[in-house]
Nanobody, 119 residues
Framework: QVQLVESGGGLVQAGGSLRLSCAAS????????MGWFRQAPGKDREFVSA????????YYADSVKGRFTISRDNAKNMVYLQMNSLKPEDTGVYYC????????????WGQGTQVTVSS
């Protein structure tokens, strides 16, 4: 009943910027928070950033702090990830997820969008 759709991925040169979007929809969406994760080939999926829907409090992985900014649109149930100063190590498939229980458990995931940063 919950659908997540990511968009905005693509190919960008190192030092460039990219903005990812994710829309959550469904008949009933209890949105406690949304987050972004990424996975590089042969690597485990890792946490990138998250935002609380009620307070707007943000969280960032150390590897992206100062370069990425997460934001939300409460009315549209959308989350964004502005990525600046991109590095080749940022390359991977980026997934958005939603916490519908309030327990910080991401129980629904999108299909992912590819981000490739060239040297």
């Amino acid at each position: 009943q919950v659908q997540l759709v990511e968009s905005g991925g693509g190919l960008v040169q190192a030092g460039g910027s990219l903005r990812l979007s994710c829309a959550a929809s469904g008949r009933t969406v209890r949105n406690y928070g949304m987050g972004w994760f990424r996975q590089a080939p042969g690597k485990d999926r890792e946490f990138v950033s998250a935002i609380s829907w009620s307070t707007g409090k943000t969280y960032y992985a150390d590897s992206v702090k100062g370069r990425f900014t997460i934001s939300r649109d409460n009315a549209k149930n959308m989350v964004y990830l502005q990525m600046n100063s991109l590095k080749p190590e940022d390359t991977g498939v980026y997934y958005c997820a939603i916490d519908t229980t309030g327990s910080s458990q991401y129980n629904y995931w999108g299909q992912g969008t590819q981000v490739t940063v060239s040297s």
